[in-house]
């Protein structure tokens, strides 16, 4: 049976990683580089071995291609494209409308369509599949089903083996094959009611991780007025077997999911007129972190950053990935050279970002860690400078949030 995955990221090259056991996999991307590259068996994702990739194309079992008619015989069309905000922070579907595009015009038969990307509920329903229809001139009654992922790249402990995967489909029948194309890779399945509720579930969880960052992220604010530490009495709290489960402090929150995602479900809210205060405040905590931190680091220099060298360690947004979409570290960096300060980043994992590369690890008058990859040296940051910030309370003897 052959697969078609719209979009070879984060998301769809995984799937594909997974899916290429049992399926004939064409990963369906719109970039060039990206596409040339898998199809030499390179992997640009974390956690997507290249040579589990170049075993499947060995044996003709995936294909990266930007050709609609690669994708024209496939069965099943899982679609896993980006769903940014738009620049006033509402969903924007554009990802989602063009690879419905691809779909209605190339798919040459009746197939099962699944979504993977994270929207608001009544993506599946109201939008991909009036959109392919539109596409295709209604030429073919496909089954809609949507399957939020959860992937968190760059972990060792949960995979799309292990991870339990919500799905729903419009139709009975769509719900029954999309059960059968996961459960090949996937070792629970759990099927919802309505391809609303696996929406909504995907934006809650998420939305859940927000506001419990941001909480811990005031919190953090306060036990520093307090004069305690914020690590010793989350800690204490976490003592407590039941009805609490720890969020750590950081500069702010990052990738494609939690700085996202809380905005899509603001935004249903709204339109259904609840106004969704509480996930919009926690958002403004997170993103306000960054001045937070900016500001300890100034009032621990008697007001003046003026002209002092400050290196940011870790620009990824989370450790040990590349990922660098939405970081805190921007923020951070922004906020240091409106102070005044000349800013350098070190994150070797990163390499190259916004035409800057990584600096050495030294020689700065002020460290400021922000994301902390296993493979940095805990001593070297703290030889890196005189003054060393620390926001992830992994730094033993750095000052810190
Ligand atoms: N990254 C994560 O950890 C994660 C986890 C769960 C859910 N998601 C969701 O999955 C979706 C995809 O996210 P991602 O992280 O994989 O994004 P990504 O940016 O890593 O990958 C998206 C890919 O889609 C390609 N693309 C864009 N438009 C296209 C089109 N019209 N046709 C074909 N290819 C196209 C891009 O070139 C890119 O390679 C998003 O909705 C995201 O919210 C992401």
Redesign the pocket.
């Known amino acids: 049976m052959k697969v078609a995955i719209?979009?070879?990221?984060?998301?769809?090259?995984?799937i594909s990683a997974f899916a290429g056991e049992f399926f004939d996999v064409v990963g369906?991307?719109?970039?060039q580089r990206?596409v040339d590259q898998l199809n030499s068996g390179i992997s640009h994702?974390e956690g997507v071995e290249s040579s589990l990739l170049q075993s499947w194309i060995k044996v003709g079992r995936y294909q990266a291609s930007?050709k609609g008619e690669d994708i024209a015989d496939a069965e099943i069309v899982v679609i896993?494209?980006?769903?940014?905000l738009s620049l006033d922070r509402k969903p924007d579907l554009t990802?989602?409308?063009?690879?419905c595009?691809?779909i209605g015009e190339n798919i040459k038969s009746s197939v099962l369509v699944i979504n993977?990307?994270?929207?608001f509920p009544g993506t599946i329903r109201n939008y991909i599949k009036p959109a392919i229809e539109k596409y295709s001139e209604g030429k073919f009654e496909h089954l809609y089903a949507i399957s939020?992922?959860?992937?968190?790249?760059g972990r060792g402990d949960f995979n799309q083996r292990n991870t339990p995967r919500l799905y729903a489909g419009l139709t009975p029948e769509a719900s029954a094959r999309t059960r059968d194309f996961y459960s090949k890779f996937c070792d629970k399945l759990i099927e919802v009611s309505s391809p609303e509720v696996a929406e909504a579930a995907?934006l809650f969880e998420n939305t859940f991780r927000q506001v419990n960052i941001a909480l811990v992220n005031e919190f953090a604010q306060i036990a520093n007025a307090l004069g305690i530490s914020v690590y010793e009495t989350l800690d204490a709290a976490d003592t407590k077997p039941y009805g609490f489960m720890k969020f750590t402090p950081s500069a702010g929150v990052g990738?494609?999911?939690i700085p996202?995602?809380p905005s899509y479900l603001a935004a249903v809210a709204e339109e259904h007129g609840v106004p969704a205060t509480f996930i919009r405040r926690a958002n403004e905590v997170n993103l306000e972190m960054s001045k937070y931190i900016v500001n300890r680091v100034v009032a621990d220099h008697r007001g003046d950053l003026q002209g002092k060298s400050v290196l940011v360690v870790g620009v990824a947004y989370k450790p040990n990935v590349a990922?660098v979409?939405e970081t805190a570290a921007e923020l951070v960096i922004e906020h240091f050279r409106s102070q005044g300060a000349v800013v350098s980043w070190h994150d070797e994992v990163v390499g190259n970002w916004k035409g800057e590369s990584s600096a050495p690890l030294h020689g700065a008058d002020i460290t400021v860690v922000v994301t902390k990859h296993d493979s940095v040296d805990e001593k070297k940051i703290l030889a890196s400078a005189p003054y060393v910030f620390d926001t992830t309370g992994k730094v033993n003897g750095a000052k810190g949030l």
């Open positions: 719209i979009g070879q990221g984060y998301v769809g090259l995984t369906f991307d719109n970039n990206i994702i930007m896993a494209v980006p769903t940014p990802f989602i409308d063009a690879a595009k691809t993977e990307s994270t929207s939020p992922e959860r992937v968190d790249p995907k990738g494609h999911c996202v995602d990922d979409r």
